[in-house]
């Protein structure tokens, strides 16, 4: 449990060190499996990332911009000429195909009270202090058919497809942008596996051996039954013959003891 701790406790000065970096790091494997996977991919939040652009009185929000990186050579810009934030949606970008588009708003993180790690290491607290720490990309798998739905909208990412993503601080009040990160390093979510390269047999079979194998097996059932069957009427065989061998026998017999008598008659 102690060298658990401090793996997250190493984990967390690395997330600190992101005010140096100012770009969003893809979430530590330590705290999160399974990253990429199909469709999204987890960041970990911006803590102490802004804070010194924040002015006290002020509203803030962080906006999470997200783009295809085959989209970089497009436009990479997340404001307009009088730096207000861009409103462009998974829609209007094609996915992130043609730029970059808003994924999310959150409140800015509070670097003065982070997520605690006995609260990670807590089975019931874990997902809560998860949620805290790390933002995860393309998980709202129905707002894109909800016409109602309010806030930006945060779809199932493309398979196979390397993204890239930026942090963007927002005055809320102002309507103005007034920091980011530099956009993320390439981020690639996985790709189906085919058929024949997934591992369906602890022997690492493929699925047409599978298939093989249990025709064999099959027939090898069948030889098993028919030789079996053949024993059974050979061992059975004999005791019939001898059993016909006797009952003829007994008829000779009697047959032979009838005429001697018709002969003895005749002498007398």
Do not use: H
Request: hydrophobic residues 35%; charged residues 15%; glycine residues 6%.
């Amino acid at each position: 449990m102690q060298g658990y701790c401090l793996v997250l406790g190493l984990c967390w000065l690395g997330q600190l060190c992101v005010a140096q970096n100012l770009r969003p790091q893809i979430a530590n494997p330590k705290l999160t499996t399974n990253n990429p996977t199909l469709t999204t991919i987890a960041l970990e939040k911006p803590f102490c990332v802004f804070d010194d652009s924040l002015s006290p009185g002020s509203s803030y929000e962080v906006y999470l911009y997200a783009m295809a990186d085959s989209a970089s050579t497009v436009s990479s810009a997340v404001t307009d000429n009088s730096s207000k934030p861009l409103n462009t949606t998974f829609r209007d970008t094609n996915g992130g195909q043609l730029g970059p588009y808003r994924a999310a708003s959150f409140n800015v993180p509070n670097c003065a009270s982070p997520p605690l790690l006995a609260d990670i290491v807590n089975v019931d607290k874990a997902p809560d202090a998860l949620k805290q720490y790390l933002f995860r990309v393309g998980d709202d798998v129905t707002c894109l058919y909800d016409p109602n739905f309010p806030g930006a909208c945060n779809p199932p990412l493309a398979k196979d497809t390397t993204y890239r993503f930026k942090y963007v601080l927002v005055d809320v009040v102002a309507g103005v942008m007034k920091d980011q990160t530099l956009w993320s390093d390439p981020m690639k979510t996985r790709r189906v596996k085919q058929s024949s390269t997934i591992d369906t047999w602890p022997g690492r079979r493929s699925g047409g051996m599978i298939v093989i194998t249990s025709i064999l097996s099959t027939l090898m059932f069948l030889l098993v039954v028919g030789f079996l069957a053949s024993v059974f009427f050979v061992v059975m065989a004999p005791g019939e013959a001898s059993t016909q061998t006797r009952y003829e026998s007994r008829t000779t017999q009697q047959g032979v003891r009838r005429s001697q008598s018709s002969s003895e008659t005749v002498n007398q």
